[in-house]
């Protein structure tokens, strides 16, 4: 999907109806989790703790969030991610940790994003923790389209709020056609402002040594990989729920 392609679809999504949708699949206190879930981390206070940056995104805090999502990725062993914003968003779909107590997963997830972010910018920042449980493999797919085209939103709102003086915030089309008109192009942006930067594992081939047969090896290990390329991120994620059709 070209870039332009992916902002028609963001454009035409129906972001009320899957605010609330997702909003009643929060998990409360004290539910039992199980995969397929999100864990999605919110920056507390972001705009205030974090002047002198660039808006509506700086790369140096983006970088650090990326690299505090790897980190808990890495941690609960999660399927892939997307940071976007000032949000990590974690896709749990096999491993479940701390054998899906709520409170340990909130409290541990929303520690390591905020002390790695902290770390990187020289800041204290936090991050706030939610839980969101999936249906459905077509869940997974809406939800992560759901994020980019918030995250776009806010994108567009904060340059256009840097822009013209208007109180109030009209239809994200409008705020679009008003930015050209002072000849900035939304969709000349780079694609990690507007759509965000992904994590997925990824397979490789390692050179190794057995020393009872004191033979070279080759062995296959994974790592993760970043993306900042929207349609090879969504590609990747249908690849990953097609694999997982048990749900």
Same mark, same amino acid.
């Given at each position: ?18 605010? +609330? ?49 790897? +980190? ?120 990690? +402002? ?21 033979? +070279? ?31």
């Amino acid at each position: 999907m070209s870039t332009m392609g992916l902002l028609r679809s963001i454009l035409e999504l129906d972001v009320a109806r899957y605010e +609330e949708y997702f909003r009643e699949l929060e998990v409360r206190y004290g539910e039992p989790v199980k995969p397929p879930f999100i864990i999605r981390l919110d920056g507390v206070g972001f705009g205030r703790r974090l002047s002198g940056f660039k808006v509506p995104r700086d790369l140096k805090v983006h970088k650090a969030l990326v690299k505090a999502a790897k +980190e808990l990725i890495k941690y609960f062993n999660a399927d892939y991610g997307l940071v976007i914003s000032d949000e990590v968003n974690i896709l749990v779909m096999n491993t479940v940790p701390y054998g899906g107590r709520y409170e340990k997963i909130i409290s541990i997830s929303s520690g390591i994003v905020s002390t790695y972010t902290s770390l990187s910018l020289k800041k204290n920042l936090y991050f706030d923790s939610r839980i969101i449980r999936l249906r459905n493999i077509n869940d997974i797919l809406t939800y992560f389209t759901y994020r980019i085209r918030v995250g776009f939103n806010n994108y567009v709102s904060s340059l256009y709020h840097k822009v013209f003086t208007d109180k109030e915030t009209p239809h994200l089309k409008v705020m679009i056609d008003k930015l050209r008109s002072k000849g900035i192009d939304v969709g000349k942006v780079s694609e990690w +402002e507007l759509y965000g930067t992904c994590i997925l594992w990824e397979t490789y081939m390692k050179k190794g040594y057995n020393p009872i047969t004191h033979e +070279e090896v080759m062995t296959v290990r994974r790592r993760l990989k970043t993306l900042r390329k929207s349609s090879k991120c969504l590609k990747h994620l249908i690849k990953l729920c097609s694999s997982n059709q048990g749900y």
